[in-house]
């Protein structure tokens, strides 16, 4: 065989090899090298309830308490701004960006572009659509609850201590939201498969207490036999009893309110009997979310997910669960 041939023959090799070696390499989440501190991203979504705001206090703390510098953004609600926001984190250098997404499709090209600059993600909260990222490819996990547990929790305790009331109302969080998306199909799932109950409508609130309100007040008019509310968290939940309340109802009695977040609030009304149960999805992100980092700065193999666990609570645990209730 000819020198040039064989030439050839070892630089197509070669030239696989490395094509291979660069397709594996970027298969992989960027790594975080290991540092004493880091210049950190926090993209968060919106602060419109305390929920968000635990949230990023949470994460504040813990940057603070490790002398680690925290670029905060807050999107005031827009997926779109919340992209920008990463954006400016990419322009700005920082090691690795914590992100929740606010909503699970328009986030995609915020996590394309931090692995297009090597810069890791790390998702908090919520999730974003897996059939467009994956965790340990386009990010490195995720950290928050699972809420289809959440959603089936709450139904099965509902089944479980209905007392008769059948008819429900839902609130839905954000459009689009990996939590509204997976709260709703958790509960409705159980719901489905009990012929006892029956579904009269589900809408979007938003997360909002005031929308949580309004929409509670036009459904209310719509279907005053309705018993039962599931709101996918406290604010629109206590939204809920206000709307009850403008109907000449009264909330705990004649209609029957469920819950998920289950701050300080919420688990005040379990024991004042105007709720009946709360799914918790804790806001206090900020040990965990930095703890994970630096397990993988340290080369620690990362769970695609790392699941938070949630308490439940209803009137046989309110009173003892309020202290260390957020
Ligand atoms: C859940 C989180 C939700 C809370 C809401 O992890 O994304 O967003 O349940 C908050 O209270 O607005």
Redesign the pocket.
């Known amino acids: 065989m000819s020198l040039s041939r064989r030439h050839l023959l070892v630089s197509a090799a070669a030239a696989a090899a490395a094509s291979a070696f660069a397709r594996a390499a970027f298969a992989q989440a960027p790594m975080l090298p290991k540092k004493d501190t880091y210049k950190v991203g926090f993209a968060q ?1 919106e602060s ?2 305390p ?2 705001l635990a949230q990023t206090k949470s994460m504040q703390d813990e940057a603070a308490a490790r002398g680690w510098q925290m670029v905060y953004t807050d999107a005031a609600g827009s997926a779109a701004k919340q992209v920008a926001d990463v954006n400016s984190m990419i322009a700005q250098g920082v090691d690795l960006i914590f992100l ?1 997404p606010r909503e699970e499709l328009p986030l995609i090209p915020a996590i394309k572009a931090a692995k297009g600059a090597n810069i890791p993600i790390i998702l908090l ?2 999730n974003v659509d897996q059939s467009l990222a994956k965790a340990g490819e386009d990010y490195v996990t995720f950290i ?2 699972d ?1 289809i547990e959440e959603g089936k929790r709450v139904a099965e305790w509902l089944v479980a201590n209905a007392g008769g009331k059948s008819k429900i109302l839902q609130l839905e ?2 459009t689009g ?1 990996s ?1 509204a998306n997976d709260r709703k199909k958790g509960f409705d799932d159980v719901i489905a498969a009990n012929a006892a109950f029956t579904m009269l409508a589900s809408q979007t609130g938003d ?1 909002a207490r005031d929308k949580g309100r309004q929409v509670a007040e036009t459904l209310l008019q719509a279907h005053p036999d309705a018993d039962i509310i599931y709101a ?4 629109m939940a206590i939204g809920a009893i206000s709307a009850v309340e403008a109907a000449g109802k009264v909330a705990g009695k004649d209609v029957m309110i469920l819950s ?2 289950g701050g300080k609030e919420i688990v005040q009304l379990i024991i004042d009997g105007k709720v009946a149960a709360v799914c918790e ?1 804790s ?1 206090l992100f900020g040990p965990k979310a930095f703890d994970t980092a630096v397990a993988y700065a340290n080369g620690e193999v990362i769970p695609a997910k790392l699941i938070n666990p949630d308490r439940f609570y209803d009137i046989t645990n309110a009173a003892e669960s309020l202290a260390t209730a957020y």
Not at 232 to 235: I, M, P, Q, R
């Open positions: 979504t419109n309830n929920w968000r929740a909260d919520r928050g609850s809420f969080g954000t939201s939590p997360f996918h968290n406290d604010e998920i977040d999805c806001p």
